[in-house]
């Protein structure tokens, strides 16, 4: 895996980035249909480990279009998919490295991560998976045909985070007009984070994680798609007044909650009108929503 350090190219990235910029009207003409989508939540998290190219697999295999994974940075600079800040959660880092302690993302080269068991830690028949490298993730989405809910993790922990992952999908066919049409959306819980999206890429869909007041509202719709809050903070007058307002490319905002394991709870908040569910379980809310609209 080649290094790309962070600075390297940002003259001609930006120059690059700016002239593949879509129109609104082209990048989000109408596409979306009026069913709740279902998100594979770090892949199809219940059934093999999460933020891995199996949980990917997993996904496609319940015949899941869209999955959801989370961006950092290693200390020589590369992208990897991991939602813990730590390592120790979802690898065998402590082993490996006892002596690094906490095991941050950000103290360890990709190199080192490459040696540790991303798998195990599920269960025996994962053993050897390994932390994946977002190019190494695009593939395998790619490979399957499926979409991306990009989430950008503690982007405050890697300044200039947003530009390198732009960066790395346009290298990766991933802002070609066909990709940002129908298959990519950057999330994050940082909102200054996807301001720098929309800077840059203003035809990318964009979504913040959270549940800004009903008053602060046209704020966040002048930078984003997507207002994404917890499922305990859904109820129907916040989905209306989320779909009162108009995002950046002119369309309602919509509410994609998470995460939602349980078929029942699915259903009752679908129908206080979500436009999407992420969930450990796809398979189970996609039933469960398809039961209940049958």
């Known amino acids: ?93 402590e082993q490996v490295f006892p002596d690094r302690a906490p095991w941050n993302v950000a103290d360890f080269t990709l190199n080192e991560i490459e040696k540790l068991d991303a798998g195990s830690w599920f269960g025996q028949k994962f053993e050897g998976e390994r932390v994946p490298t977002l190019e190494a993730y695009m593939d395998e989405v790619e490979h399957n045909g499926q979409k991306l809910l990009m989430e950008l993790k503690s982007p405050e922990l890697y300044p200039g985070i947003e530009l390198q992952t732009l960066v790395e999908l346009r290298r990766d066919g991933w802002l070609s007009k066909s990709h940002v049409k129908r298959r990519l959306v950057i999330q994050s819980f940082n909102a200054d984070a996807i301001k720098t999206v929309h800077f840059f890429r203003s035809d990318v ?68 009108g979500v436009d999407g569910i992420i969930t450990n379980k796809p398979d189970v809310v996609r039933d469960a929503l398809a039961g209940a609209s049958g």
């Open 205 to 272: 869909k964009t979504g913040f994680l959270g549940n800004p007041t009903v008053a602060d509202l046209p704020k966040y719709a002048e930078y984003c798609d997507q207002i994404n809050p917890n499922h305990n903070a859904v109820t129907r007058d916040y989905v209306s007044a989320v779909h009162g307002l108009k995002g950046p490319h002119g369309r309602a905002l919509e509410v994609h909650t998470w995460t939602v394991d349980d078929g029942a709870r699915a259903v009752k908040v679908a129908e206080m």
């Open 1 to 93: 895996m080649r290094i790309r350090p962070v600075a390297t190219g940002v003259t001609a990235a930006l120059m690059g980035l700016s002239t593949l910029v879509l129109s609104p009207s082209a990048a989000h003409a109408a596409t979306d249909d009026h069913r709740t989508v279902v998100f594979a939540h770090r892949g199809a998290s219940a059934y093999a480990p999460e933020n891995t190219l199996a949980s990917i697999d997993a996904a496609h295999r319940l015949g899941i279009d869209w999955v959801e994974n989370d961006v950092q940075r290693t200390k020589d600079g590369e992208l990897v998919i991991l939602h813990d800040n730590s390592l120790a959660r979802t690898t065998d880092v």
